[in-house]
Every structure is written in structure tokens, then in C-alpha cells.
């Protein structure tokens, strides 16, 4: 009889869990334990698409076991296209429920343990643009009209 008081008592007041705001923020994962977070628009770029097999091979390397989770957020397309990667690289790949729509996060590669990463972001991992410096002055109107 009491364990049918705490299962009702449990389901009346929903599930337990430690700090479900950070859970529902971080993908249904703690924030210590992300290894690499990427935002709903930056899912949504091509470089990030391209690179995270790299990204992952990387990160499998330093932190095992590695996960994926994706965004129930992401248009369909992204969702299978993330899936398949994950599968590819073999690493357990999730869309999480409906509970986690509201995060900033678009994917979320984490591992079962605390690794408080100073700067988790898919930025980081991202090789590195070269920038573009002007060369070439502007030339003024009188520059171009008289050659100077």
C-alpha cells in the first residue's frame, strides 16, 4: 500500500529529477557534463553540418563514452541528417521529447561524466576562417579622376 501512495504521490507531482530546468535547457543532460554545445542557428549552417564527423572523431578521442542529442526543434530534414551522422560515428544519437522545444541548444554532445569545459561551444571546434584584410586603399573621387 505505501508503494502505491509514492507511485501516485511521484506521478501527481511529475517526475523527479535533479535541476530539470538545466535539464531541459542542456537536451535532458547536465551542463557539466557537455563537451560541445551548438545553437538552433548554427545547426542550422552548413560548416557546422560538414565538420561535426571531424568534430566528433575529435571528441571521441578525449572524452568517452560521447552523445549526441538533437533538438526536437530542428526541421525534420536536420533531425535524420544529425541521426545518421551520429550513427556514422557510432555514438548513441537521440532526439529528445517535446519537454526540451524550448532550449537554445540545437545539439548537445555530452558524456556521462562531469567535464566542466570553460567554453563548450561549437566555435571552438570550428577551424578557423582566415581574415580578410584590405589591401587596397579606397581611392577618393579626385584619386580616380586624376590618377594619383
Not at 537536451?27 to 560541445?36: H, I, K, N
Not at 589591401?135 to 579622376?145: D, I, P, V, Y
Request: contains cysteine.
Amino acid at each position: 500500500m505505501e508503494n502505491l501512495e509514492k507511485t501516485l504521490m511521484q506521478k501527481a507531482t511529475g517526475c523527479q529529477r535533479l535541476d530539470p530546468d538545466q535539464q531541459r535547457k542542456y537536451l535532458e543532460t547536465f551542463q557539466e557534463r557537455v563537451a560541445c554545445q551548438v545553437s538552433i542557428a548554427e545547426a542550422k549552417e552548413a560548416t557546422v553540418k560538414d565538420n561535426l564527423p571531424g568534430i566528433i572523431t575529435s571528441l571521441k578521442n578525449s572524452y568517452s563514452p560521447l552523445y549526441l542529442k538533437i533538438s526536437p526543434s530542428l526541421p525534420n530534414d536536420l533531425q535524420l541528417a544529425y541521426l545518421k551522422i551520429g550513427k556514422e560515428q557510432e555514438i548513441a544519437t537521440t532526439i529528445v521529447s517535446d519537454d526540451c522545444q524550448h532550449s537554445p541548444f540545437g545539439l548537445i554532445l555530452h558524456s556521462d561524466h562531469a567535464l566542466n569545459l570553460e567554453d563548450p561551444s561549437i566555435q571552438t571546434y570550428l577551424p578557423q576562417k582566415p581574415s580578410k584584410t584590405e589591401s587596397k586603399a579606397k581611392k577618393g573621387f579626385f584619386q580616380k579622376l586624376f590618377g594619383g
